[in-house]
């Protein structure tokens, strides 16, 4: 069951999300800059793949702000 109806609303809902997060590091947003701090810290690269419908994201947390690639 898929519950965005194609890639494009996917990556408009989450991709704009995450974009919005990396947004607020590079604005030095106190909570997300410690949010980021604490995944560089793990080394964290975080990827999402999703089937219905077809798309994957991949969050690097090491980069600073941390980027979203699809």
């Known amino acids: 069951m898929a519950y965005f ?7 408009q809902v989450l ?4 974009r ?5 590091v590079a604005a030095k947003d106190p909570v997300l800059m410690e949010i980021q701090r604490k ?3 793990m080394s964290l690269i ?6 219905e419908p077809e798309m994957t994201l991949t ?11 699809q």
């Open 39 to 41: 995944m560089a810290e």
């Open 46 to 51: 975080v990827k999402f793949v999703w089937r």
């Open 5 to 11: 109806k194609n890639s494009q609303e996917c990556d």
């Open 59 to 69: 969050l690097d947390f090491t980069k600073d702000p941390f980027a979203s690639m």
């Open 20 to 24: 919005k997060m990396a947004e607020g």
């Open 15 to 18: 991709g704009n999300f995450f």
